[in-house]
């Protein structure tokens, strides 16, 4: 049971941190896309 409460909690850090790094890359992700625009 401990192990499993592990894997679970590792998958749940995994998940919050991935949601985190989306929510912020997106604003970087759309800058990046107004900076090719304006290059063209």
Do not use: H, W, Y
Not at 4 to 15: D, G, M, P, T, V
């Amino acid at each position: 049971m401990k192990q499993a409460s592990k894997i679970i909690l590792r998958n749940l850090i995994l998940l919050t941190s991935l949601s985190i790094i989306m929510s912020c890359g997106q604003p970087f992700a759309k800058i990046e896309v107004t900076d090719e625009k304006s290059k063209i």
